[in-house]
């Protein structure tokens, strides 16, 4: 079956535009992660969806940062005036129930952002 | 501050070989260690993982270790093979919270013919 789905794969911007980055989970999963991963470094916790309610975004870096997941599928990273110190690999994951238990998370392919 | 630390940062090992990665953890609320293998242009994909109420577990050539008095737990992998190539990050969650998970730093494995 389909796996969690991220979309571009690349993508590269200049120092102050504005990019989004899509992420099609597993369908039917409640929960949903953003994960930065720079590199040579693990994954760091940006924010969490349950179904469309965003419930912790304690780890967005910025305001310039800001994840939507309306219809509780689909979810857009959206980083504002973008910065250098922005590139990195951003990932998604999925989960089939809410946060809180041992619910294994499935991974996206990640987003190569690199701003010049 | 590294919640996880996570060593060796690299490992080379031929194959047949036993390659061992570790990590130590402050937190002592964490109650849940995955260990995730992540091979190039991929996500990091969960390869076991292990509660602290057992101090070990073995699932095939991978086995955790976990000392709980010592907030260190470990990834054995027996006859490494060169497809075991790849990146390994431990991670420790809390189950009551939100279940995020902290992750180490990583270890670059290779395993040569």
């Known amino acids: 079956g389909a796996g969690v789905s991220q979309s571009p794969r690349y993508k590269v911007a200049k120092r102050g535009q504005d990019v989004a980055l899509r992420c099609d989970p597993i369908s039917g999963h409640v929960s949903l992660f953003w994960y930065q991963q720079a590199l040579g470094q693990g994954p760091e916790f940006l924010t969490y969806f349950q179904n469309e309610a965003q419930l912790d975004k304690s780890g967005l870096p910025s305001d310039r940062f800001f994840a939507e997941r309306p219809e509780g599928s689909v979810s857009t990273l959206k980083i504002q005036r973008t910065q250098q110190e922005d590139s990195a690999v951003y990932l998604c994951a999925s989960s089939p129930g809410p946060s809180g238990g041992y619910n294994e998370q499935f991974f996206g392919p990640g987003t190569r952002l690199t701003v010049l | 501050q590294q919640q996880v630390k996570q060593s060796p940062q690299s490992l080379i090992v031929q194959k047949g070989g036993i390659s061992i990665i570790n990590c130590a953890y402050e937190n002592t609320a964490f109650d849940y260690f995955p260990w995730y293998q992540q091979f190039p242009g991929k996500g990091p994909a969960l390869l076991i993982a292990i509660r602290p109420d057992v101090s070990e577990k073995k699932e095939g050539r991978f086995t955790i270790s976990f000392n709980k008095s010592a907030k260190q737990f470990s990834l054995h992998i027996m006859d490494s093979q060169p497809g075991d190539s790849a990146t390994y990050f431990c991670?420790?969650?809390?189950?009551?919270?939100?279940?995020?998970?902290?992750f180490g730093r990583g270890t670059s494995l290779i395993v040569h013919p």
């Open positions: 991670a420790a969650s809390i189950r009551g919270g939100s279940y995020i998970p902290t």
